[in-house]
């Protein structure tokens, strides 16, 4: 919710957002990969997941485009990630 990704912007200096949406198979699909990735490089950053149902929960910091949407947060900015999710 709102108020863990207000912590997260607050104390964490690198982190992933995924923003998804239950229903939709790209985001199923992009799901086991982030896991994989999380895994291998757990000791550098953190993903968190959030349901984008809710805008209400994230529109004051980021701008949603699409689902499933995967931003960095790094020096106090949300950058939408847009690299290839075929590997």
């Known amino acids: 919710n709102y108020e863990e990704l207000e912590y997260l912007v607050n104390n964490e200096k690198l982190f992933f957002l995924e923003i998804y949406s239950p229903g939709c198979w790209h985001c199923q699909n992009l799901a086991p990969k982030l896991e994989k990735i ?12 959030m349901d984008g149902s809710d805008p209400s929960n994230y529109r004051s910091l980021v701008k949603l485009q699409f689902f499933p949407s995967l931003y960095i947060f790094k020096d106090n900015n949300f950058n939408l990630f847009k690299g290839s999710s075929d590997n």
Do not use: A, E, N, S
Not at 38 to 49: A, E, H, I, N, S
């Open 38 to 49: 999380v895994l291998k490089f757990k000791d550098k950053f953190k993903l968190y997941r």
